[in-house]
């Protein structure tokens, strides 16, 4: 399933708690991602799930969900 490889992705990268990864939480202020922490998760998703995340749409993600779904709709 694809959230739990993001799940995954993102507590490895950010070292989160696993239990604060679900699909609502928002990145900045539930997950305190900043700039440089979406660009280490957007370079470790991409040789995780073998594609490329363009700038544009890193900007757009907000949730993890954002990222799901993104993920689930360039694999098809």
Known sequence: MTFDKVK???????????????MDADLKEGLHMDSLDAMEVSMALEEAFNLTIDEESLMEFKTVKDIVDYIDAHMA
């Open 8 to 22: 995954d992705v993102i507590v490895e990268t950010i070292n989160c708690a696993e239990e604060d990864v679900v």
